[in-house]
């Protein structure tokens, strides 16, 4: 079994290289970017484009929810049946060094995990995680669907994480996939 990382740098909106990655026989697809760059709309138009293409899509597209022009949390939106779950929370009041801004959900968090196991059960040719966080990175959140995922899935599995995190995820999910391409949209982190 042959090992690869290809990394290339795209634009924004998901053109011919990005949509037809499972064309490129890539086990899994990492859309790096900085805050606000796009991944998670990218992820969202690559489903959608997917599902124009006839693949049976699964898995979690994290949206923010909003309040006065602010965030002020994160839901998980199933892919499969359009269902949402919130998972995070902000913190009220300033944050303090070191700690997390955002207090999680377990059921949330559960809502996302069945997400990605179902679409993995149900036979989907592309599952999306969006987005791999410090959570993931540390074993925890949605890392365990991950997991079995990466062990029971043969189809591709398309994450988003911020650059910071991108190292840390390839290194976590190469042992466990044939090959890696990671894409980066806007701008570094």
Not at 155 to 175: K, Y
Request: aromatic residues 6%; proline residues 5%.
């Amino acid at each position: 079994m042959t090992r690869g990382v290809r990394v290339v740098n795209e634009n924004p909106h998901p053109g011919a290289k990005i949509r037809n990655v499972l064309l490129f026989r890539m086990r899994c697809t990492i859309i790096t970017g900085s805050r606000d760059a796009g991944k998670t709309r990218t992820a969202a138009r690559l489903a959608s484009r997917f599902r124009e293409d006839g693949l049976r899509v699964g898995g979690v597209i994290s949206e923010a929810a909003m309040e006065n022009g602010a965030k002020v949390g994160y839901s998980y939106h199933d892919l499969s049946t359009g269902r949402r779950a919130e998972y995070a929370r902000k913190k009220p009041g300033p944050v303090a060094p070191g700690t997390r801004a955002f207090d999680f959900s377990d059921a949330g968090l559960d809502f996302g995990s069945r997400a990605i196991r179902s679409a993995v059960d149900a036979g989907a040719d592309a599952v999306i995680v969006d987005e791999i966080g410090p959570l993931e990175i540390g074993g925890a959140g949605l890392w365990p669907a991950v997991r079995d995922a990466l062990h029971r899935f043969g189809g591709h599995i398309l994450f988003t994480v911020r650059p910071s995190l991108v190292e840390e995820l390839r290194a976590r999910v190469e042992p466990l996939a044939e090959s890696v391409r990671i894409t980066q949209v806007g701008t570094d982190e």
